[in-house]
């Protein structure tokens, strides 16, 4: 099995490996680009230098979202604007199945899917979170009506988000099948896959444990606002 302690900061873990060429740094602080997913990244053990260079990075006021902040207590004026449940769950018993009737979504498909997010609110998925690997759909007449993709890649592990159907068509196995094709395709590259979701959304949480993923922790998923007299700087692109 995969090293799972990278699943303990994973913002961090993906942005400093296989995602690195997709972040942006300011000393030991990292973020994805804006258009690609909103998540930034503090290193295990954050002092007053790495919450300046977040401050620095987002710049005076910008509410950020921190993929794992269960321990994070900001400096004060820091504020901490939202502190949400979550569940971290993996599927290192999960069989894969993969389904040659899915589509590959591509850039020329992300109009649909930012219509498909917004009436599903999966979680945030931006013009270019695509670039973040592979995204499977389910068409039917020619319309796009399910979804999955990959997200968050620490190293030896790959994260299945995005997972949403439309409402009409809900009840058809749709989600089970686009994650079932995911695992296969993660696993085969030798990756491990796992997810997130929010402790109250039992009903995604008791699909995906019926595929076979288990929890592993309960993160927090925290968003904090920089004080808004906190000086902006340049950023570093890498």
Do not use: K
Request: one cysteine or more.
């Amino acid at each position: 099995m995969n090293d799972v302690r990278v699943l303990d900061n994973v913002a961090y873990s993906s942005l400093t490996g296989p995602h690195a060429g997709l972040a942006e740094r300011r000393g030991r602080v990292v973020r994805y680009r804006a258009d690609v997913a909103p998540f930034m990244a503090l290193p295990d053990d954050p002092g007053p230098a790495d919450w300046a260079d977040l401050a620095a990075l987002a710049g005076p006021g910008a509410v950020v979202p921190l993929a794992d902040g269960e321990e994070l207590r900001p400096p004060e004026p820091w504020e901490v604007v939202m502190r949400m449940r979550g569940v971290q769950l993996v599927g290192d018993a999960v069989f894969g199945i993969p389904d040659d009737s899915l589509v590959r979504l591509t850039d020329a498909d992300v109009p649909e899917m930012l219509d498909l997010v917004a009436r599903t609110r999966p979680g945030p998925f931006l013009p270019r979170t695509i670039e973040l690997g592979r995204y499977l759909g389910v068409r039917h007449d020619g319309a796009l009506v399910a979804m999955a993709g990959e997200r968050l890649r620490p190293p030896g592990w790959t994260e299945i988000s995005a997972v949403c159907t439309d409402p009409a068509r809900r009840g058809r196995g749709l989600a089970t099948r686009l994650v079932l094709a995911l695992v296969a395709h993660i696993t085969a590259r030798g990756d491990t896959p796992f997810l997130h979701a929010a402790a109250e959304n039992v009903n995604a949480i008791r699909l995906y444990e019926s595929l076979g993923f288990r929890l592993r922790r309960t993160p927090a998923f925290v968003a904090v606002r920089v004080p808004a007299d906190e000086p902006a700087e340049g950023v570093a692109v890498g």
